[in-house]
Every structure is written in C-alpha cells, then in structure tokens.
C-alpha cells in the first residue's frame, strides 16, 4: 500500500495534460520541507520558486478552495488556513518603543 506524500499537490488539482509530463514543477523537483518549513526566511525562498510555475494559479486556487492549514501553495503562505503576506517568525515579537501608559520620568 503506498500513499501520496503530502507535499504532492498533483493530487490536489488536475495538472493539464501539456504539463503532466513534465518533472520540473518546483515542488516536485525541490525539497518538501521548503513548503512547509517554520523558518520565514525559507518560506520566502519557496514563494520564488513559485514565481514562475505554470501551474501556480490553479495551485493557489485549489489551496484557497480546500482551506490548506499551512505551507507555501501557489506562490502565498497559508496559516491556518489563511493567506498571509509573510510568516513570522517564532517567539514574542520583538519590544518596540516604551510600554503602553508609561511615560517619561521628570
């Protein structure tokens, strides 16, 4: 019994029939992990790679459709099932500025 990796996404939409052929879509080409890394700085390199795929849109849109919980689909990142414009990075974000109510002593 064998199973589709889950970085896969020929399974999630049809690929027309010109591309099925064709191994050099990036995701099937490149390494999986890059899709669904944590690290923001690799996320961005998988959206490169996007740039250019001929199946990226209707990647994106069978992403969108079936509510992809993470990873880099179609060129954007999901989390949580949303599309984000960037990942942050983990842990507390960084302190900006004073703390909210304290002012500056006299």
């Not at 209707?58 to 179609?74: D, H, M």
């Amino acid at each position: 019994m064998s199973s589709a990796p889950a970085f896969a996404p020929s399974g999630a939409f049809a690929i027309p029939e010109e591309l099925a052929d064709e191994c050099t879509l990036p995701c099937r080409t490149g390494d999986p992990d890059l899709w669904f890394a944590e690290s923001p700085s690799v996320l961005q390199q998988a959206k490169q790679l996007c740039a250019g795929c001929p199946v990226r849109e209707p990647c994106l849109a069978g992403a969108i459709e079936r509510q992809e919980p993470w990873g880099v689909w179609g060129g954007e990142i999901f989390d949580r099932g949303v599309v984000v414009s960037r990942k942050r990075g983990r842990g507390r974000p960084p302190k900006s500025g004073s703390p909210a109510g304290q002012g500056t002593a006299a």
